[in-house]
Structure formats: structure tokens, C-alpha cells
């Protein structure tokens, strides 16, 4: 079956911008992450849905980030007054049970010029 | 807190070698442990997991890990390395005791290189 799809592939940006970064889960899937991948910093969780809410948003760095997920579906990651240092990969998984492997889609590679 | 370390950047094996590729973790509880493989622009791809029962797991594409409680490690491990094999491996751990949610904490990744 189809797998996480996200989209944009690439966004480039100017500073200052805000940019809205989607996850479409795999379907059926209640639980959806962000994780932003960077050279930097590796690796980072930024929050998780389980359902429409967000128990867990203490990896967003900044009040410029949030996130919403609507319909216990699709989410949006939009970053506000874009910065140089959110230039990464951001990625989204999803999974079935919060407990156990999740699935990650192909990322989006953000570019802050 | 969860951690995870991957102690080496790089290991380099040749085509037919066995390959390892280690970790150690540190959770407050018993851990989920997780180990992901991640290909040129390409999201990470599951490789297996241990939740629980047998300590050696088997995964997709041949891989294999040890869960050793004591060493509180969990390597990934190869009989055989292909070319094909080489990409860059996160391992990833859970705390369900830690009252954090479900999420993830990744290792910083360690390349791995097949020659021929």
C-alpha cells in the first residue's frame, strides 16, 4: 500500500518567510511525528498527533513552529519569520501504535537563503 | 532521559565480511529499541526492532541484533555485507516508562561503506 507521502520535495525560502511543510500518514495510521533532520544536530524529534491532538510538542524549537493535524490525518508543520537555522530535512512517520516501529515518508528539504 | 550513542562515524567492511554496527543506550526502563537504514535523499527505512522475548532479532535484508541487557547495547550485526548494503544506519530508542509520549530518540547515524 502507499506509504508517507510528504510534500513540498524542496522548498528554498527566503528569510523572513513562513513556509507550511504536509505529512499525508499511511492510511489508518493515529499516531504522526516530526522529526527534523540536520547536519548539525542529527536527528531531532518536534512533535507527535496521536488522533488530531498533540500530547507531546516539546521538541519544537521556537514559538515560530507549530503544527496541526486535521481529520486524525493529514498535518501541516508551518514555520513562521523563516531563519537561517531551520534550513533541514523534515521528515514525518507515522505508525499504528504509538508503541512500536513507525514509518517515515521521504522528507522535505528546507532551504533558507 | 533516553539516549542513544553511536560510537562510530564510519565502519568500512569489505563485500562478504560480516559487519557490525554498534550502539549502547540509557533509559530509566526496559527499552524498545529500534534500527533504521536511510539511502541517498531518502526517508529511513525500518530495519527491526526489540520490544520484548528473544534477545537476537532478525530483520529485513539479512540483518540481525543482539539486545544485551548488561552492556545495555543493542548492535546490528551481518553474516554477510553486500555493496548494496552500504547507507547510513540510526539506531533509535523508546522509553515507555518515561511518561514522554512515543517518541523517538535517534543515535547520530553511522555510515556504512561496502567495497568490493
Known amino acids: 500500500g502507499a506509504g508517507v507521502s510528504q510534500s513540498p520535495s524542496n522548498k528554498v525560502t527566503e528569510k523572513g518567510k513562513d513556509v507550511e511543510l504536509r505529512c499525508d500518514p499511511i492510511?489508518?495510521?493515529?499516531?504522526l511525528y516530526w522529526y527534523r533532520q540536520s547536519l548539525g544536530q542529527g536527528l531531532e524529534f518536534l512533535i507527535y498527533?496521536?488522533?488530531?491532538?498533540?500530547?507531546?510538542k516539546s521538541g519544537l524549537p521556537s514559538d515560530r513552529f507549530s503544527a496541526e493535524r486535521t481529520g486524525g490525518s493529514v498535518s501541516t508543520l508551518t514555520i513562521q519569520r523563516t531563519q537561517q537555522e531551520d534550513s533541514a530535512v523534515y521528515l514525518c512517520?507515522?505508525?499504528?501504535?504509538?508503541?512500536?516501529?513507525?514509518?517515515f515518508g521521504p522528507g522535505t528539504r528546507l532551504t533558507v537563503t | 532521559a533516553q539516549s542513544v550513542a553511536q560510537p562510530e562515524d564510519q565502519v568500512n567492511v569489505a563485500e562478504g565480511n560480516p559487519l557490525t554496527v554498534k550502539c549502547t543506550y540509557s533509559v530509566s526502563g526496559n527499552p524498545y529499541l529500534f534500527w533504521y537504514v536511510q539511502y541517498p535523499n531518502r526517508g529511513l527505512q525500518f530495519l527491526l526492532k526489540?520490544?520484548?522475548?528473544?534477545?537476537l532479532v532478525k530483520g529485513s535484508y539479512g540483518f540481525e541484533a543482539e539486545f544485551n541487557k548488561s552492556q545495555t547495547s543493542f548492535h546490528l550485526k551481518k553474516p554477510s555485507a553486500l555493496v548494496s548494503d552500504s547507507a547510513l544506519y540510526f539506531c533509535?530508542?523508546?522509553?515507555?516508562?518515561?511518561?514522554?509520549?512515543?517518541?523517538?530518540?535517534f543515535g547520530t547515524g553511522t555510515r556504512l561503506q561496502v567495497t568490493l
Open positions: 498527533f496521536q488522533g488530531n491532538s498533540a500530547p507531546d
Open positions: 526489540y520490544i520484548t522475548g528473544d534477545n
Open positions: 533509535a530508542v523508546r522509553d515507555p516508562d518515561s511518561g514522554t509520549a512515543s517518541k523517538l530518540t
Open positions: 512517520a507515522s505508525t499504528a501504535d504509538s508503541r512500536y516501529e513507525q514509518y
Open positions: 492510511s489508518g495510521h493515529t499516531a
